[in-house]
Protein backbone atom coordinates (compact mmCIF):
# COMPACT_ATOMS: atom_id res chain seq x y z
CA UNK A 1 0.00 0.00 0.00
CA UNK A 2 1.77 3.55 1.19
CA UNK A 3 3.47 4.90 3.56
CA UNK A 4 0.33 5.53 5.89
CA UNK A 5 -0.12 1.59 6.24
CA UNK A 6 -3.64 1.66 4.27
CA UNK A 7 -4.76 4.30 5.83
CA UNK A 8 -5.22 6.85 3.10
CA UNK A 9 -5.91 5.73 -0.53
CA UNK A 10 -5.81 7.51 -3.74
CA UNK A 11 -6.87 6.73 -6.65
CA UNK A 12 -2.82 6.46 -7.83
CA UNK A 13 -2.11 4.32 -5.68
CA UNK A 14 -5.26 1.71 -6.14
CA UNK A 15 -7.50 0.64 -9.17
CA UNK A 16 -9.91 -1.21 -6.37
CA UNK A 17 -12.33 2.14 -6.37
CA UNK A 18 -13.21 3.30 -9.75
CA UNK A 19 -16.61 4.19 -9.73
CA UNK A 20 -16.08 6.27 -6.64
CA UNK A 21 -16.59 10.37 -6.91
CA UNK A 22 -13.87 11.16 -5.04
CA UNK A 23 -9.88 11.33 -5.48
CA UNK A 24 -8.61 10.49 -2.34
CA UNK A 25 -9.84 8.78 0.80
CA UNK A 26 -9.01 8.70 4.57
CA UNK A 27 -10.34 8.31 8.06
CA UNK A 28 -12.39 10.98 7.77
CA UNK A 29 -12.81 13.15 4.79
CA UNK A 30 -12.84 12.71 1.21
CA UNK A 31 -11.76 14.76 -1.59
CA UNK A 32 -13.77 14.92 -4.53
CA UNK A 33 -13.29 17.35 -7.76
CA UNK A 34 -14.97 20.58 -7.41
CA UNK A 35 -18.49 20.40 -9.81
CA UNK A 36 -20.26 23.58 -11.09
CA UNK A 37 -22.84 22.76 -8.52
CA UNK A 38 -19.92 23.46 -5.66
CA UNK A 39 -19.61 27.33 -6.45
CA UNK A 40 -22.41 28.41 -4.27
CA UNK A 41 -21.17 26.91 -1.19
CA UNK A 42 -17.37 27.95 -1.96
CA UNK A 43 -18.80 32.00 -2.08
CA UNK A 44 -20.74 31.57 1.39
CA UNK A 45 -17.33 29.99 2.33
CA UNK A 46 -14.87 33.09 0.99
CA UNK A 47 -17.28 35.62 2.04
CA UNK A 48 -17.16 34.29 5.75
CA UNK A 49 -15.43 36.74 8.10
CA UNK A 50 -13.18 33.84 9.41
CA UNK A 51 -11.88 32.49 6.04
CA UNK A 52 -11.79 35.60 4.10
CA UNK A 53 -9.39 37.52 6.39
CA UNK A 54 -6.57 35.19 5.19
CA UNK A 55 -6.40 35.76 2.20
CA UNK A 56 -4.61 38.19 0.31
CA UNK A 57 -7.76 38.92 -2.16
CA UNK A 58 -10.06 40.00 0.50
CA UNK A 59 -13.06 41.01 -1.67
CA UNK A 60 -16.80 39.68 -1.45
CA UNK A 61 -17.34 36.70 -3.74
CA UNK A 62 -19.97 36.27 -6.14
CA UNK A 63 -21.62 33.72 -7.55
CA UNK A 64 -21.45 34.84 -10.99
CA UNK A 65 -17.27 35.63 -10.40
CA UNK A 66 -17.07 31.85 -9.11
CA UNK A 67 -19.07 30.57 -11.93
CA UNK A 68 -16.42 32.03 -14.63
CA UNK A 69 -13.70 31.48 -12.41
CA UNK A 70 -15.01 27.60 -12.69
CA UNK A 71 -15.33 27.90 -16.25
CA UNK A 72 -12.17 29.83 -17.15
CA UNK A 73 -9.83 28.22 -14.21
CA UNK A 74 -10.75 24.56 -13.21
CA UNK A 75 -12.49 23.12 -16.14
CA UNK A 76 -9.55 24.46 -18.67
CA UNK A 77 -7.21 22.83 -16.11
CA UNK A 78 -5.25 25.85 -15.22
CA UNK A 79 -6.31 25.52 -11.39
CA UNK A 80 -6.73 21.43 -9.71
CA UNK A 81 -9.47 21.95 -7.32
CA UNK A 82 -10.89 19.62 -4.59
CA UNK A 83 -13.97 19.71 -2.44
CA UNK A 84 -13.02 18.51 1.47
CA UNK A 85 -15.92 16.35 2.34
CA UNK A 86 -16.78 15.22 5.72
CA UNK A 87 -17.38 10.88 5.13
CA UNK A 88 -19.10 10.98 8.91
CA UNK A 89 -21.73 13.41 7.26
CA UNK A 90 -22.75 11.14 4.25
CA UNK A 91 -19.68 13.07 2.57
CA UNK A 92 -20.63 16.67 3.26
CA UNK A 93 -18.64 19.26 1.56
CA UNK A 94 -16.84 21.27 4.34
CA UNK A 95 -14.29 23.14 2.39
CA UNK A 96 -11.78 22.86 -0.23
CA UNK A 97 -8.57 22.52 -1.31
CA UNK A 98 -7.11 23.99 -4.81
CA UNK A 99 -3.70 23.11 -6.42
CA UNK A 100 -2.29 26.08 -8.84
CA UNK A 101 0.82 27.33 -10.35
CA UNK A 102 1.95 23.82 -11.28
CA UNK A 103 5.80 24.59 -12.48
CA UNK A 104 7.64 21.41 -13.74
CA UNK A 105 10.74 23.48 -14.41
CA UNK A 106 11.03 24.06 -10.77
CA UNK A 107 9.96 20.70 -10.04
CA UNK A 108 7.12 22.80 -7.74
CA UNK A 109 2.97 23.12 -7.67
CA UNK A 110 1.20 25.50 -4.83
CA UNK A 111 -1.66 24.34 -3.11
CA UNK A 112 -3.78 26.38 -0.74
CA UNK A 113 -6.74 25.10 1.41
CA UNK A 114 -9.85 26.48 3.82
CA UNK A 115 -12.23 25.05 6.07
CA UNK A 116 -15.23 26.30 5.10
CA UNK A 117 -18.06 25.35 7.47
CA UNK A 118 -17.90 26.80 11.19
CA UNK A 119 -19.12 23.42 12.58
CA UNK A 120 -16.33 21.88 10.67
CA UNK A 121 -13.52 24.16 11.90
CA UNK A 122 -11.11 23.13 14.79
CA UNK A 123 -12.08 19.55 14.44
CA UNK A 124 -8.46 18.55 13.21
CA UNK A 125 -9.91 18.38 9.21
CA UNK A 126 -7.44 20.82 8.25
CA UNK A 127 -4.02 18.50 9.46
CA UNK A 128 -5.89 15.22 7.84
CA UNK A 129 -6.76 16.74 4.51
CA UNK A 130 -3.20 18.41 4.09
CA UNK A 131 -2.21 15.20 4.64
CA UNK A 132 -4.47 13.20 2.21
CA UNK A 133 -4.31 15.71 -0.50
CA UNK A 134 -0.24 16.19 -0.43
CA UNK A 135 -0.24 12.11 -0.96
CA UNK A 136 -2.94 12.59 -3.61
CA UNK A 137 -0.19 15.83 -5.09
CA UNK A 138 2.52 14.04 -5.55
CA UNK A 139 1.13 10.86 -7.07
CA UNK A 140 -0.58 13.56 -9.47
CA UNK A 141 1.81 16.00 -10.50
CA UNK A 142 5.00 14.46 -9.83
CA UNK A 143 6.39 17.04 -8.19
CA UNK A 144 9.72 17.36 -5.62
CA UNK A 145 7.77 20.02 -4.03
CA UNK A 146 4.64 21.51 -2.96
CA UNK A 147 4.67 25.37 -1.57
CA UNK A 148 1.83 27.76 0.27
CA UNK A 149 1.84 30.84 1.72
CA UNK A 150 0.30 31.56 5.26
CA UNK A 151 0.22 34.90 7.30
CA UNK A 152 1.96 34.74 9.98
CA UNK A 153 -0.91 35.72 12.20
CA UNK A 154 -2.71 32.51 10.85
CA UNK A 155 -1.73 30.54 13.90
CA UNK A 156 -3.77 27.57 13.12
CA UNK A 157 -3.30 26.75 9.76
CA UNK A 158 0.86 27.03 10.29
CA UNK A 159 -0.04 24.37 12.98
CA UNK A 160 -2.08 22.36 10.70
CA UNK A 161 0.33 22.69 7.96
CA UNK A 162 3.74 22.03 10.23
CA UNK A 163 2.07 18.90 11.94
CA UNK A 164 0.92 17.40 8.36
CA UNK A 165 4.88 17.53 8.03
CA UNK A 166 5.45 21.41 6.32
CA UNK A 167 8.21 23.07 6.91
CA UNK A 168 9.48 27.12 7.08
CA UNK A 169 11.07 28.49 3.99
CA UNK A 170 11.27 32.01 4.25
CA UNK A 171 9.05 35.07 5.32
CA UNK A 172 7.87 37.69 2.63
CA UNK A 173 7.52 40.44 4.64
CA UNK A 174 4.78 43.74 4.46
CA UNK A 175 2.22 41.88 1.72
CA UNK A 176 -0.52 44.23 0.94
CA UNK A 177 -3.97 42.76 0.45
CA UNK A 178 -6.97 44.11 -1.50
CA UNK A 179 -8.27 45.93 1.07
CA UNK A 180 -5.10 47.73 1.75
CA UNK A 181 -3.92 45.82 4.93
CA UNK A 182 0.04 44.87 4.68
CA UNK A 183 0.94 41.78 6.62
CA UNK A 184 4.01 39.36 7.05
CA UNK A 185 3.83 35.60 5.12
CA UNK A 186 5.47 32.57 5.82
CA UNK A 187 6.58 30.42 2.89
CA UNK A 188 6.02 26.76 3.46
CA UNK A 189 7.54 23.46 1.61
CA UNK A 190 6.95 19.99 1.88
CA UNK A 191 8.62 17.25 -0.18
CA UNK A 192 7.27 13.70 0.10
CA UNK A 193 9.87 12.60 2.51
CA UNK A 194 8.28 15.16 4.83
CA UNK A 195 4.62 13.98 4.89
CA UNK A 196 3.89 12.68 8.07
CA UNK A 197 0.77 10.75 9.41
CA UNK A 198 1.17 11.13 12.67
Not at 4 to 26: K, M, V, W
Not at 39 to 44: L, S, T
Not at 183 to 188: I, P, S
Request: charged share 30%; with cysteine; glycine share 10%.
Amino acid sequence: MNQYDGRYITQFQTEDLPEQPFEALSPRISLRPMAYEDCEAIVRWRNNERVRGNYVYRERFTIEGQRRYFHDKVETGQVWQYMICERERGDRPIGCMVFTDWEPERDQIEYGLFIGEDDAAGRGYGTEAIRLGMTHAFGRFHVGKVVCRIFTDNLPSLASNEKAGYRRAGLLPDVECSDGTRKDMVMLEITPADVTGN
